[in-house]
Every structure is written in structure tokens, then in C-alpha cells.
């Protein structure tokens, strides 16, 4: 049996797409890294060639397929109320308005005061 070369697959995989893969890979490397510190979960990344032979055997094709995936937070859900029209609100219909009544984040003060020490 001929003597492989030590690094074929590296090498291989450095030689993809004139080196693109190679940096495809790193950058999916970095998120999946990045991702599982930030959210504490698993991050996973696939790599899969494709090995096609070619011209009676003298040229093989090599097809990746790179599969990453990244977890990610929870998202929170949002409350809506349906109305009798189909549609939907964020403002429950039932709830009763209060005259002059305001929400604090529409009008924010631009100065601040520095409470004394006393």
C-alpha cells in the first residue's frame, strides 16, 4: 500500500476552492465558539466532501457541503388581543382607558438633577 501523506486531509482542505472553504470553515468555527460561550449551549458544525471521479478516474470533483448550527437565545413571545374584526392589537379591547394617563417612555427628561448629600 502506498505511504498517505500525513496532512492529506488538511492539505485537501486547504486546496478547496482555492483556500475558500478553508476560510468558510474558520468563520463558522468563530461563531459556533462564540455562540455556545454566549448562550451556554452546543454549538455543532458539520463538514461533508463529495468525491466524484471524472474522466475515467483521472480527475475527481470534490463537493463540500458545510453545515453549521448555531444556538441562539430564547425569543420572548408578545402578547396581542384579537378583535371582533379579525385583526390583532397590543392593546387588550377590554382593558378601560384612564383619562391623561401616559406611558413613562414618551416623554424622557434630557437633564438630570443631582440629588444633595445631606
Same mark, same amino acid.
Given at each position: 500500500?502506498?505511504?498517505?501523506?500525513?496532512?492529506?486531509?488538511?492539505?485537501?482542505?486547504?486546496?478547496?476552492?482555492?483556500?475558500?472553504?478553508? #476560510?468558510?470553515?474558520?468563520?463558522?468555527?468563530?461563531?459556533?465558539?462564540?455562540?455556545? /460561550? *454566549?448562550?451556554?449551549? %452546543? $454549538?455543532?458544525?458539520?463538514?461533508?466532501?463529495?468525491?466524484?471521479?471524472?474522466?475515467?478516474?483521472?480527475?475527481?470533483?470534490?463537493?463540500?457541503?458545510?453545515?453549521?448550527?448555531?444556538?441562539?437565545?430564547?425569543? #420572548?413571545?408578545?402578547?396581542m388581543?384579537?378583535?371582533?374584526?379579525?385583526?390583532?392589537? /397590543? *392593546?387588550?379591547?377590554? %382593558? $378601560?382607558?384612564?383619562?391623561?394617563?401616559?406611558?413613562?417612555?414618551?416623554?424622557?427628561?434630557?437633564?438630570?438633577k443631582?440629588?444633595?448629600?445631606?
Amino acid at each position: 500500500m502506498p505511504k498517505i501523506r500525513p496532512d492529506l486531509f488538511l492539505h485537501t482542505i486547504n486546496q478547496l476552492r482555492f483556500g475558500l472553504t478553508q #476560510e468558510e470553515l474558520s468563520e463558522h468555527v468563530n461563531e459556533c465558539l462564540s455562540a455556545a /460561550r *454566549e448562550t451556554g449551549k %452546543q $454549538a455543532e458544525l458539520t463538514l461533508k466532501l463529495k468525491f466524484k471521479p471524472e474522466a475515467q478516474g483521472t480527475q475527481i470533483f470534490i463537493i463540500e457541503d458545510i453545515k453549521a448550527k448555531i444556538p441562539t437565545f430564547p425569543k #420572548e413571545a408578545t402578547i396581542m388581543f384579537p378583535t371582533d374584526e379579525g385583526n390583532l392589537q /397590543r *392593546e387588550d379591547p377590554r %382593558q $378601560a382607558t384612564i383619562p391623561g394617563l401616559r406611558t413613562a417612555d414618551e416623554e424622557r427628561p434630557t437633564q438630570f438633577k443631582q440629588a444633595e448629600n445631606a
